[in-house]
């Protein structure tokens, strides 16, 4: 089998309604070197499957349906996706029309002219809710100094990566990747192109706040130590403050100032110190949990079944 020029790889998750026009899309598009498609099916529950096994007995260009044992997120089926890709670049993109494929060949034809493994596609406006676009922007924020990446450089799910940047994060094997973090393990050879997005064909999004907040621990937990030289400079700035407001009572009691009950100074203080202390508890148990998944080897994601056409 030759090596195609550029694989799609399309995570699915509740797509039954959209898959099929972006698939047509990228199957009308003229590629220099020829092109597949990799469909990534993450535990839909209506009748993604079926609607996508009806592509693949139809497909124009080569595409291959890939069915997960149940759902695993985003980031993991793209892995799987890029696993699967023969490609010579790899472009993924939505299920849902909100990345056109022909943007994608826009960046995959930036990152041959320039050489770059990874490019990239940053919006002039995002046609997603005030409270996505918040996630995305805070996200990208924190990943400022959480990555090793430059400051302000947008990451989006939209990006196309050469062979070699796709095979060595692929190759990474724990139950919470974090793509963009992955890549910028590999390589720094990196840029962006602006591109267009479109509003969303139909149906709703499937990140939740749930999923972002899962999303940003990834992010920050599994490739920086960072939260926790915070967690101990917090702790440290707590611990001074305590010992001034020691040094303040005790002025007090010394001069006979003061409020005559310190009652709820004291709850206040209790209350301040002891959730402070939960909290980088909970930061410290999120590293040791996701230690102990990964060293028990959760799996990553579970293929069920490899379905070819075209």
Known sequence: MTT????????LYGSAETIGAVVNTIESLIIQGGHEIILVNDGSGDNTGAVCRALVKNARVPITLV??????????AVLTGWRHARGAHVVNLDDDGQNPP???????????E??????????AEKQHSTWRNFGSWFTNRMTDWALDKPAGFYLSSFRCVSAF???????????????????????????????RHEARQAGASGYTLRRLVRLWLSAWVNFSVLPLRVATLL???MA??????FGWVVYWWATNQGPPSGFGLVLSALLLFSGTQLVL?????????RMFLTVNQRPQAIVREVVRGG
């Open 67 to 76: 069915e997960h044992a149940r759902n695993y997120g985003e980031h993991n």
């Open 281 to 289: 508890l909970g930061l410290i148990g999120e590293y040791i949990g």
């Open 235 to 237: 702790g440290l700035a």
């Open 114 to 123: 320039t050489g770059l493994e990874v490019v990239f596609g940053h919006y």
């Open 165 to 195: 940047v796709a095979k060595e994060v692929a190759a990474h094997t724990g139950p919470y990747p974090y793509i963009d973090g992955l890549i910028l393990q590999v390589t720094q050879r990196i840029g962006s192109i602006e591109v």
């Open 102 to 112: 022909a943007e994608a060949v826009r960046l995959w034809q930036h990152a041959k």
């Open 240 to 245: 001074f403050a305590g010992l001034v407001a």
């Open 4 to 11: 195609p020029a550029l694989s799609f790889v399309i995570p």
